[in-house]
């Protein structure tokens, strides 16, 4: 098409008068608008179309907007519709030709330039429509965080989780419809927040970790003793040597199949925000182990499946890593290795001579490598101290062609 039909305009809580000129004339000659009852309420002066609130689920108005591909039409979206709003789930229905966005300062943007905080140096996160916990993995000693409030709740249950997690000194500020009349900020400590600020709010949390704070490290092989666990769980020296040779991709899927107390999915999963992991454990309790693990170590997006290997593989998508750290057996393997795409990598740890004669004999079917991890930790021998063994490890990996 020669000219964008569909313009996604940016709009702040100073209405109309903050917009640019191009995006007031594309407001006014939009034959109708969408966007929220704030944003229409906010651009009611420059309307001349048919206004359209958003539907209870957004999505049920996507087919009455795309029905008008052709004739002009405005979306309207708070400040930077590419920041955590509706500019990117749009784009993936309309090509970039048929669109223009004209964005607005976003809510960060509006955050940093208020406390005089640096951008680049921060890490966002948005709770609208999204769980607290994510935000566990990012409270480093020292870190700057801001996270858009999904409504006027938002701010005390996140500082309640703070304080939960030892971060109750550390520092928010609460900021409440920047860049509008009714613009405000209040700062106070996690474990002394009690503000009651209204649905549009925005927190910026300068983390600070008390004594008995639980900071997740940044490496593989996180301490067994952040896990809940029956004993049956992938020791944290195996389990960095685990997560090397699964090699994690942005975007990818992972397969732990046998998941028990769900570590490597975990760890899989706090590699990268875009990672995926789906957990097969036939035993209930310790699939209800690995669901409550992922949530206290903030990856409440692992999926955990209360099934067996193979039949419980069936129907899932297609995986681009698969673990295997309980239940190996040949027909396991050949399930797993049939269903992974091509150059997706599969992994297999065995501490029985059983598991070991099937890894053995994979490795002789699909080549690959095989490993022997040996460890051995310090431990009281009577009044004394001594090397005591952990079982040895033969771990199974392999591309597939």
Known sequence: MSDPWLSILGIGEDGVEGLVPSAQSL???????????????????????????????????????????????????????????????????????????????????????????????????????????PILPLLQPGARILALSADATTPSAAAALLTR?????????????????????QAATANTFDFIPGPLNLLAIEVVAGPEARILPLSTGLPEWLFEQDGQITKRETRAITLAALAPRQGELLWDIGCGSGSVAIEWLLRHPTLRAIGLEPRPDRAARAARNALTLGTPGLRILEAAAPEGLEGLPQPDAVFIGGGCNPTVLHAAWTALRSSGRLVANAVTLETEAALIAAHAEWGGSLTRIGIERLDKVGTRHGWRPLMTVTQYAAAKP
């Open 165 to 185: 997690h030892g971060f109750g000194s550390s520092r928010i500020h609460l900021l409440e419809a920047l860049g509008g009349p009714c613009e405000r900020i």
């Open 27 to 133: 407001l006014r000659g939009a034959e109708a608008v969408f966007g929220g009852a704030r944003h229409l309420a906010l651009a009611a002066p420059l309307i001349r179309g048919e206004a359209h609130p958003w539907p209870s689920p957004m999505t049920d108005g996507y087919p009455t907007l795309l029905a008008r591909r052709g004739r002009p039409t405005a979306v309207l979206a708070s400040g930077d519709p590419f920041c955590f709003g509706v500019g990117a789930t749009l784009a993936r229905q309309v090509p970039p030709t048929e669109f223009l966005c004209i964005p607005a300062p976003s809510a960060f943007s509006l955050a940093c330039a208020r406390l005089g905080w640096a951008g680049q140096d921060c890490a966002t996160i948005s709770f609208c429509g999204r769980p607290l916990e």
